[in-house]
């Protein structure tokens, strides 16, 4: 019971009543500051867009970001769901369900239906963010056509709905070339206007990315971020052996494990830092191990080794 | 033209339309696209209150599918500035003319109120607001451009942007707009500015900016610099606090940009002495300055030994020694070699061999690094195979050494290093294995010392004879004596394979059919099929041909179905079908083998499907379908009380099923080793993939189809044609991906649908198939094209791929190809 309440307690501070009571650290300059602009736009003209990039170069956060300043301006469209989408994504996860217990006693009535986030969505005037849209079926997909041809919905046994006026719907998808992806009915591709392809950002707004994430403690020097920021280029200028390079995460993992190095040195009173060339070594081969995919009949291994080789020298 | 560069609703209609006809386009713009446009730019003109071409441009690349993204920016660009680059016009815009009339009519039957609501809008902005003057200045601003471009401002302000295009888009017309811009451009980059940023930003005026804002050091120093401030203090905190890649970074930003001059830099740079204490400091200073400093290089050495491993610092020495001349490897090895006591162990032959290097200080390391290899082997209980795989090392090492004068140094230990090991021998039976072994790996033992062993060993003269010489006459013993298995012969006849002719292969031949030698018969027979047949029969006739043929499964399959595809032409008829029927089976063994080993399981996950049952026991109750479920219970009039397990409704699962289709390019220069890759492949395929809906074809200028997706075929039969396909003709790929097409579009029931085709990209009908391309593309196909490695037009390789959204990977390695396909096919499902 003393669990229970605990749990109470902490579920409640814990809670994000509106979206954009969240704190968002972002960086809006290069292409996340045009990006946000072009979601406006979207906005305003009532297209619904889609974000389009490899893993980690911050589509969500950005939804997050544009649904919470659209909740400041607006009086009505506060809320903002998003569903990640794989293959197992059912209909009734966009839409919602019947409670069988209560529909047992009392029917199919909206007494007994919980509504899913698009539903909700749809009905609060809020923004929904379909994410990882590709990884989702055609089945799935095509729940989508009828919000976003006609801005209504049917639900079986209750009826249809017509979308509240302020409802927005923001996709956000890997580009198709990546494995694991399906592709985007042509259906689907029909009804979604506005394309919009973040890429890996410019050095500046990477390297401000990495600051900001790093926590205050973790503090380390501008020539070690260059080195970090060289490093996760590379994989990226590596098109022949490398499918998925590092992304922006991959860069803020390194800075965070190179500041808590240096941390540790500061903590135990090191007068003699250790190289850096060094403790990058050991970093790049933990990160990147997980970070890039190579192509196939490539070892990742024999790319890291000739990154720290090319960058660091070893 | 007034507000809008172009009227949002021409150029909709215009970029659409040319889009569609454009040849590189990959996804065909649908009509809805044409109201978006239109529809964005006026949004972004309300909300900004002005629109330049640059929004036209964006905006149209926005609305635009993202793999036609690029081609929508210079489609936008070329209706907006046909003057910009009009030789640069492609040339197939010409055939617009004819698709103009048939989409005019698309337009207007569709969505002409629309556009026409949009065109209302449009003249009540242009008719409110009518300044002319804009383009004129844009125009006459660029006059005066072109004219100063090599001139401060303008020169350091265009250091800012890409190209003059980026001015036409954002239509700046005057100098003030021009520096208001660039100053923009270069707040953005502060913190990641490279020393031609820091030298424009100084002829702008800019110095004060960048040392309040930047947070780097080395910006800030260069800035000021630059400004003729004085660094002096700056640097002595640099100096002091030994920030070294600080420190760095800063030399090099005040070497690029001049603004120290040459003699003070290389004042700073001397002091960098003290400052570089081991070799990855070193290299990172290389690195920036583009030469090394003066360094100590007793100090750096001595630091680094400690710090760091062998390979770590040998490969900095050996990039300092290669790009900057300096002499540190042979300097390293010295100490290593003058240190070796502090170190438990030297560094490992292997280590050593990667980084070889024609100096004494190398010889001397490997030297020690053998010696103590050797004690170490001589230490274990079975020293004898410890010797073995230590000079089977070395061997390997010196024959993979890059370093010819190393690599000799190698060899040079390899006698010696064979006689140890032959002393090694506890008994004759590891004298006979030691010495088979280093002829089999191409190491020939001295006679003398085999002859020494030998008699010490108590071995008969007879027994050490043959260990001593592997010659044609032991080889004829042996084959005579029914003595040696199949491998033994075969590493026999390799060794003298030179000194092997026709009459003597005959002599061979009668004496292992006369002693009914069938190890033998295979061992002539894996080494030359055709030869080896045509021979027996000659001595023997038809039984002794048979007698052949029958002995041939006693080596390695894959050997004789290399052997088959090489010498095929060569066997004679009477026997060619009987040896095609031993291939064949070797063939589908061969084929199933690897399928167990590189396939895995031939099925993927459980998948929910739209069929629901009653529940039964040992169900996933995750898969219970509770709106099915409640529906059936109060379709039944259930109470809670009878309700039971089999009224609860489950989705039915199945086994994910794929669609592979598979294209082969058999043109050409498809010989023996690669056709019987290809069909170890196919066969590996065929039985991995059974449960799934599989096709292969093949091709050149036709398509052979060896299966499709519908069809039921035996192994066997698969097989049998394999093995008669030979290469030919030109590559016409087009047919052969509409068989693809078509074989996905009638016959194949799966969701996941992979398309692999396999060519050296060298194709006669690039045109017609990228339509078919599309096709798949717009099926939902994953696509996947494999060219070999050293042979392919990449360029169209990579246009295949583009418009089919899919993958290109290279074959580097033949034996590689079943391996490839089996992981491409992994990874996918």
Redesign the interface.
Known sequence: MRDKEKFKELFNQALVKDVFEEEINIVL??QYGKALE?L???E??G?YPAL?GPPGVGKTILCRYFASIRAKESQYSHSFHWLTMD??I?P?HFLG??D?AI??NK??VLDAFNPGPLLSAMLEGGTFLANEINRA???SQNTLLEPLEEASISI?HLGRIKAHEDFFFISAMN???L?GT??L??AL??RI?????LTYP???TE??IIRINLPEHFTI????L??IYSIINETRKNTVDI?VPASIRAGIAMAKLLGRKRYLEREHDNKEKE????HL?DIVKTVLLGSIKP???VKVQDIINRII?KI??? | MGIFPENPCEFAVEFIKRMRGHPDII?IP?S??VL?IP??I???Y??KGTITPNDFIEISS??????N?ELAKNIAFDILFPNYHKDLINESFQDFEENNGRYQEEIESEIRSEMDHLQDLIDEIESKTFDSSTFQKLEEFFDELSQKRHEEPFKSALHFFNDDSELYKDQISSIEELLDEARNKMM?????LDPEDLKAGHSLGLDELIQEQS???WEKITSKAINNQDIHDDMNELFDLG?F??L??TLKFLGETGALNKEDLQKLKNYLENQIK????L??AA?NLGETPTFNQEKVIENSLG??SF???F??AN?LDQYYGTDLRNKLLEKYVQELETFKTPPSLEDLTKNAIARKSWNDLFQESLHHSIKEAMNQVKKNEAMKALTQQLHQLTNSCQNVHSSQKMAQKLPDLVKETLRASENSTQLKDSVEFFRKVGLNPESADIKNLGRTLGMSEEEILELIEPNYQLLKKLMDSNQADFQRLSNLIDQIRDQLNKDQISELMTLSLASDNREALAALGHFDLGDAIKTAQEVGGKEAEEKLISSLTAGSGENLLKQWFIHRRNIPNTSKEKVKELVKAILVELGIYYSRARLGSAITGP??I?IVRPFIVGDDFDNVD??E???N??EKGKK?NHIDYDDFLVYETAKGLRSVVIELDISGSMDGEKLAQMALCTTMLLYGLRKDELAISYFESDTHVLKSINEEVELDKIADELLSITARGGTRIQAALEWARLEFKKNANS?EKLNIIFTDAEIFDLQPAIEELRIL??M?V?FIIICPETQFNLQEAEKM?KIA???L?T?NDWN?FP??IA??IK??F
Do not use: C
Request: proline share 4%.
């Open positions: 300059s290069g072009l406006r736009d979207a305003s003209t297209l389009v293959e197992s059912k009734s369900s019947f069988p529909t047992l029917g199919f079926t055609e089945y079986p580009p198709e070339e494995s399906h592709r009915s042509e591709k029909d206007k506005i394309w919009i392809k410019d050095k500046s390297l401000d020097e501008e020539s070690e260059e080195l499918e190289s850096i060339y060094v070594s192509k196939p009949g080789n660091l020298g070893a | 996804q649908s809805r696209q978006s529809k964005l006026l949004s972004r309300y909300r926005l609305t635009s599918y993202p793999d993204q953005d980059k502060i913190n990641s947070l780097r050091i920030r890649e600080d760095i970074q081991n070799l990855d400091q290299f990172s690195k710090e760091a390979e770590h610092n490969n900095l990039s998948i929910p739209n509770l709106e479920t409640v529906m219970i109060l809670l969701r593309k717009a939902n994953d791929a959204g899919g993958q990977l074959l590689e391996k490839l992981d491409i990874v996918k």
